[in-house]
């Protein structure tokens, strides 16, 4: 990546950026990204720090880099390196660590190289039916194993219990009877939970729509969801707006997985540099979870949202998937938006709830915010106690106002801020705060649930969304000589 800004470091964490240096910046550390930060290493200084991606463009790729330190790439160490303190590594596990965990690790290559060295799929394969042979091996020797011969497994073995078959050449000073084979029993069969699709006992049916579900009331405690929005447009592409704009304004999709269209705004198309749309899997990604919430039979009586169009989105997405659209309507509460502190230029002109009701977006005009969009003009240099506070009191204004439970779609960092006093912590710092965002990616899902008078964090009632990255398909390179 380019550099195209500068910035002066704030945090001692953070990396000075120079007009005209180029940043390496690992792609899953961007797409992981759920503040526009990653951790980059600088080419003019070797650095590694945080920086804000939106300062750097993409450039062309290249393997041309300044020398500041050593990477191994295999495991044989060259002989031009001093020690083993010199080296280092980009992704995984670094090996500059104590003698005797560095000693450990070297034994246990030797033990099992064939697992390090594999250099084909089929050469990976036998390797591992070696290793679990020869892990699986002391297992037989072990007394609590049950050893059953031919003749008991003929009277004893069920035809439905599924086995593992060992071939076992063991010395007759071990054991000195003839092993045909060892059978593990399944562990025990669970009714599985209404999310668990993993289950292949799981019944794909709706579980609302089944007779014994009708038992099964809500639940008299009291629960807040609070939900991250889906995969967004400018994390995704990036620079993406004078690409996808013509000169008079109109938006061109560029991509399978941008929007078809965009709804109107009256400062168009500048005003989506602060205010992104979701992709298309964004979108997906939040029906998935509002499906899986109806799946498990949740109860929701009141929706507020960040005013920001990609939670706007994601709301929408997600109570179509709860089959709750046209049953409530979306409460745009700005005090409920992310750090002003990563908005020094001022608030962002949203979309208005006209613009968003002409869009079809069922936005309730008769919600009176706990804080006004002004109210966040005063709050540019907010600290980040000063952020845990704002969205803790707006929650415990909304808990004040209504009962029952409530669905609340914002940022990453709304998980946290909304649940974290609330149960009982202390508002984290910058760093602290930084560290935990990168935990929860798009669509997360955390549930407060209070349970004899206090809150607390549960597990929540759905399963969370994984994905895997998808290039961008270049069809001309399958012409290249």
């Not at 109860?299 to 709860?322: F, K, M, N």
Request: with cysteine; net charge negative.
């Amino acid at each position: 990546m380019k550099v195209v800004y500068p910035h002066n470091p704030h945090e001692t964490d953070e990396l000075e950026l120079r007009i005209g240096d180029y940043i390496y910046l690992n792609s899953e550390g961007i797409d992981s990204s759920s503040d526009g930060w990653a951790e980059g290493i600088s080419w003019l200084t070797g650095s590694t720090g945080h920086l804000p991606v939106n300062y750097t463009e993409r450039t062309a790729e290249s393997d041309a880099w300044t020398l500041h330190r050593v990477v191994q790439l295999s495991k044989s160490v060259a002989s031009s390196l001093n020690s083993a303190e010199d080296i280092d590594i980009v992704d995984g596990r670094s090996i500059s660590i104590e003698p005797e965990e560095r000693q450990r690790d070297l034994q246990q290559i030797a033990q099992h190289p064939e697992i390090i060295e594999g250099s084909s799929f089929e050469e990976s394969e036998q390797s591992v039916e070696k290793y679990l042979r020869q892990t699986l091996q002391p297992c037989l020797e072990l007394p609590s194993v049950q050893l059953l011969n031919s003749h008991n497994l003929s009277l004893q073995h069920n035809q439905h219990t599924p086995t593992i078959e060992i071939t076992a050449n063991l010395s007759s000073n071990s054991i000195s009877k003839n092993i045909d084979e060892i059978m593990v029993e399944p562990l025990a069969e669970q009714s599985p939970r209404p999310d668990d699709t993993l289950s292949v006992h799981s019944d794909h049916s709706h579980p609302h729509l089944q007779p014994n579900a009708l038992d099964v009331g809500p639940s008299k405690n009291r629960k807040v969801y609070i939900m991250r929005h889906g995969e967004r447009v400018d994390f995704t592409f990036g620079t993406w707006i004078p690409y996808c704009f013509d000169e008079f304004g109109n938006y061109m999709r560029k991509d399978l997985n941008m929007p078809k269209v965009l709804p109107h705004r009256r400062n168009s198309p500048e005003g989506w540099q602060n205010d992104s749309p979701l992709t298309n899997v964004g979108v997906y990604q939040a029906r998935l979870t509002g499906e899986a919430l109806l799946d498990a039979n949740v109860q929701i009586d009141h929706v507020y949202c960040s005013p920001s169009y990609r939670c706007v989105q994601t709301c929408t997405s997600a109570l179509e998937g709860l089959e709750l659209s046209g049953k409530h309507k979306i409460k745009l509460e700005p005090g409920l938006f992310e750090w002003m502190a990563w908005y020094p230029n001022g608030v962002p002109d949203w979309l208005s709830s006209k613009e968003l009701i002409d869009s079809k977006y069922d936005i309730d005009l008769n919600y009176e915010p706990v804080q006004q969009a002004t109210d966040l003009a005063s709050q540019l240099k907010e600290s980040t106690e000063q952020f845990y506070m704002r969205n803790h009191e707006v929650l415990l204004q909304l808990l004040e106002r209504t009962t029952g439970n409530i669905l609340i779609v914002a940022h990453a960092t709304t998980l946290d801020t909304c649940s974290r006093q609330l149960t009982g912590g202390a508002a984290r710092n910058t760093n602290e705060l930084r560290q935990v965002i990168h935990k929860i990616p798009y669509c997360s899902l955390v549930t407060v649930e209070q349970v004899d008078g206090v809150w607390k964090l549960v597990e929540p009632d759905c399963l969370p969304v994984t994905h895997s990255k998808n290039p961008r398909f270049e069809w001309s390179a399958l012409s290249a000589t």
